[in-house]
């Protein structure tokens, strides 16, 4: 019952290789990024572009190493953020009923969290190495990825502040 060591390794290049959104033909049969956005909610805003993606995905495997960096689930990130913890709170887009999380982004913008959505769960849930989806979760910046944490948050407050300009 027990799997060797190949086959782990192999399980473990292609969970990465989905959440990377790296494109290797036969590999990554999902769906692409784009194709994604098919399924967002309607609340979804500001969305992540691929590349701020990537970077986000790459953060949240560093702080994945570090103990008690990532909140993962609504319960526990709102737990954390109502006892005044602060960090970044990444939303999966096509969580349906919406009425989940609906009120996190208010309680976000309420502690001056920034927050951003990428269109999938199952990206979300694949990178942490869990077995399932994941709706949402918080990083909290580590000194091992302080620049990588500070050019996203940097990037999400433009993004925030173009969505409300056209809006």
């Known amino acids: 019952m027990t799997k060797d060591k190949k086959q782990i390794q192999q399980d473990e290049s292609m969970d990465t290789s989905a959440a990377n959104g790296e494109e290797n033909g036969a590999e990554n049969s999902g769906p692409s990024y784009e194709d994604k ?4 909610n309607a609340m979804a805003s500001p969305v992540a572009p691929k590349k701020l993606a990537k970077k986000i995905f790459k953060c949240i495997k560093q702080g994945t190493k570090q103990k008690n960096y990532i909140r993962l689930g609504l319960r526990e990130t709102q737990k954390y953020i109502r006892r005044g913890e602060k960090g970044l709170v990444v939303f999966a887009g096509n969580v349906s009923p919406i009425d989940i999380y609906s009120h996190m982004p208010v309680v976000c913008e309420e502690a001056n969290i920034p927050y951003v959505f990428v269109p999938s769960k199952e990206d979300l849930g694949s990178i942490i190495r869990a077995n399932r989806t994941c709706c949402l979760l918080m990083i909290r910046p580590h000194p091992e990825y302080k620049e990588l944490y500070d050019e996203i948050v940097e ?7 173009e969505t409300s300009k056209t809006e």
């Open 37 to 40: 956005f098919k399924f967002l």
């Open 155 to 161: 990037k999400i407050n433009k993004l925030e502040s």
